[in-house]
Nanobody, 119 residues
Framework: QVQVVESGGGLVQPGGSLRLSCAAS????????MGWYRQGPGNQRELVAT???????NYVDSVKGRFTISRDNAKNTVYLRMNSLKFEDTAVYYC?????????????WGQGTQVTVSS
């Protein structure tokens, strides 16, 4: 069994910063790609950032230069550092991890963490 647990959301003023964390645990053989999606009010879920097992990163244009994704493979954890936050970054943020177990390979998802940017 695999669990993916997020933490680090909250309320922040425009221009502020937050760091989200997402840790995978359980019967893990290996973790391939990891990343973050978000879903704002009235919006579809949007891919925000991804990171490969080798550390290659990709970002949606709207967060480039402000957000940084990283991972600690020893801890099976992915992070999302968010700087210069804007009102439009308000959303529920979901992490995923592409995990291999003895039963196969698939994406596992966190429960979501709320990020609210408000003055």
């Amino acid at each position: 069994q695999v669990q993916v647990v997020e933490s680090g959301g909250g309320l922040v003023q425009p221009g502020g910063s937050l760091r989200l964390s997402c840790a995978a645990s359980g019967s893990i053989v290996s973790i391939n790609g990891m990343g973050w999606y978000r879903q704002g009010p009235g919006n579809q879920r949007e891919l925000v950032a991804t990171i490969s097992s080798g550390g290659i990163t990709n970002y949606v244009d709207s967060v480039k230069g402000r957000f940084t994704i990283s991972r600690d493979n020893a801890k099976n954890t992915v992070y999302l550092r968010m700087n210069s936050l804007k009102f439009e970054d308000t959303a529920v943020y979901y992490c995923y991890a592409h995990i291999e177990t003895r039963l196969g390979v698939r994406n596992y998802w966190g429960q979501g963490t709320q990020v609210t940017v408000s003055s």
